[in-house]
């Protein structure tokens, strides 16, 4: 048995979406995707992409790269996967060494990473130096089958939109967008005001369906809205559902939501699924109203470097 690391190759691409796919499949990824990542990311990211290969055959991936928009410098990621049936060999050992060498070389100070929520995974990141902050949910929708919450009648000046309303001026999503995610449960601080890089990365990212995406609108002005990814076949993914803080606990999020799964099911997509951080016991119970089901959990674990 020959086990190697090695820089990720455009010929990588399928090998890459399998082993992403088969390790946690109720992410979407794409060719496209990978690609579009690749080929995007910000100079300041120090984006590596990187496989383990064992006799000729990609069994592993890993994505590094530092958080050039937190606010604290010094905080960088790796997301790494190994596929199940390949698992124990050394690949996420060989992996992960060589994600933080790279990012210790780019000035990282601490590094945070996903750990699927099993006691192998756990011990695995424990014996690595990694400690736990906490904890999200991944949770699945059988959107063929599953019935919605109906339709309600729209309250006086609120009105629904799509995302693709806006492919002129993104601005006001922008805004929504900066304003949702700074509230949002995070281990890493974020200075959300690069509007151009926000275009660049999330407005234009391949898996988001601007025609899905459903915007609640409220006397004109953004109030909530609900990012559909999908793989353009059969699966749906909850991106990002937010509302502004002028017009929470009105309902909205759940709104938005309820418009969005209605034009994913009319679309062909017959499973949606989203992530909640555990603590996050709003949009869990939303969710948990649509019939999602926790499908899968993950803990965020965190590393100091040097």
């Not at 592993?60 to 049936?85: K, L």
């Amino acid at each position: 048995m020959t086990l190697i690391v090695r820089e990720f190759t455009p010929a990588d691409t399928d090998a890459w979406v399998r082993v992403r796919r088969a390790a946690v499949p109720f992410m979407v990824t794409t060719r496209e995707s990978v690609a579009f990542e690749r080929e995007t990311a910000h100079p300041d990211k120090k984006m590596r992409m990187l496989v383990a290969e064992e006799d000729g055959e990609v069994i592993g991936t890993a994505f590094a790269g530092i958080a050039y928009d937190s606010t604290e410098p010094g905080q960088s990621s790796v997301t790494a996967y190994i596929s199940p049936r390949r698992r124990g060999r050394g690949a996420g050992s060989l992996l992960l060494r060589a994600a933080e060498e790279h990012l210790a070389a780019e000035g990282a100070t601490a590094v945070y990473a996903w750990v699927l929520d099993t006691p192998e995974s756990r011990a695995f990141a424990g014996k690595r130096g990694y400690r736990p902050t906490r904890s999200l949910h991944f949770q699945h929708l059988d959107l063929a089958n599953a019935p919605l919450p109906q339709r309600q009648p729209l309250p006086a000046g609120v009105e629904l939109r799509t995302a693709a309303d806006f492919m002129d001026d993104p601005r006001p999503m922008f805004k929504a967008d900066a304003e949702t995610t700074a509230d949002e449960p995070s281990d890493i601080s974020t200075d959300f005001t690069d509007y151009d890089d926000w275009l660049n990365h999330t407005w234009n990212h391949p898996l988001l369906d601007h025609r899905l995406s459903t915007v609640v609108m409220a006397d004109g002005q953004v109030a909530a809205f609900t990012a559909a990814h999908t793989d353009g076949l059969t699966r749906y993914w909850s991106g990002m559902t937010g509302t502004v803080r002028a017009h929470r606990n009105r309902g909205f999020a759940k709104l938005a939501k309820t418009d969005s799964l209605y034009r994913a099911r009319a679309a062909g997509y017959t499973d949606a699924y989203t992530s909640n951080d555990a603590d996050n016991r709003p949009m869990l119970a939303v969710n948990k109203c649509f019939g999602y089901e926790i499908c899968a959990s993950e803990v965020r674990h965190v590393r100091e470097l040097g």
